[in-house]
């Protein structure tokens, strides 16, 4: 069963990539998303290779990534110096206008993990967003 979980999770970030690069070949880029949805300063949740990419694709622009978040925190502690903290560190308070959720199969586990730690916190699916634009 963990094989078929894991090939389903593969073609899933395929998918999802496959749609990033549809919608950048038009033209269309996450930071004219954030734009359109009103989000200025973002969080990312992953420090993998979906949050690095959603990173360099914004890094250059007017939108501000404060912090990633991400399970091995401690391993990491910041990727081109921003900072990366662990869940336990997330506060609701308004530093970011929305966290990104990277990670594609385990949304929702995210989800209910962010929502007893910040559960003002309002959050994006990745996957989902490259569908919005």
């Known amino acids: 069963m963990q094989k078929l979980d894991n090939m389903n999770s593969d073609r899933d970030c395929f998918i999802t990539l496959k749609r990033w690069l549809e ?10 998303y954030f734009h359109q949805c009103g989000y200025r300063t973002i969080a990312i949740y992953g420090a ?4 690095r990419l959603l990173y360099e ?4 622009t007017d939108i501000a990534v404060k912090y990633f978040v991400d399970r091995n925190a401690e391993g990491l502690r910041e990727v081109e110096g ?3 903290i662990p869940v ?5 308070g308004g530093e970011v206008d929305v966290l990104v959720i990277t990670p594609i199969g385990n949304y929702d586990e ?3 993990l962010l929502a007893r730690q910040a559960p003002e916190m309002r959050t994006l699916s990745l996957r989902e967003a490259v569908y919005e634009f």
């Open 57 to 60: 694709e914004v890094k250059n």
């Open 23 to 32: 919608n950048r070949n038009r033209n269309k880029t996450f930071s004219d």
């Open 48 to 51: 993998g290779d979906m949050g």
């Open 110 to 112: 995210i989800c209910r």
């Open 88 to 92: 336990s560190e997330i506060r609701d």
């Open 82 to 84: 921003i900072p990366v």
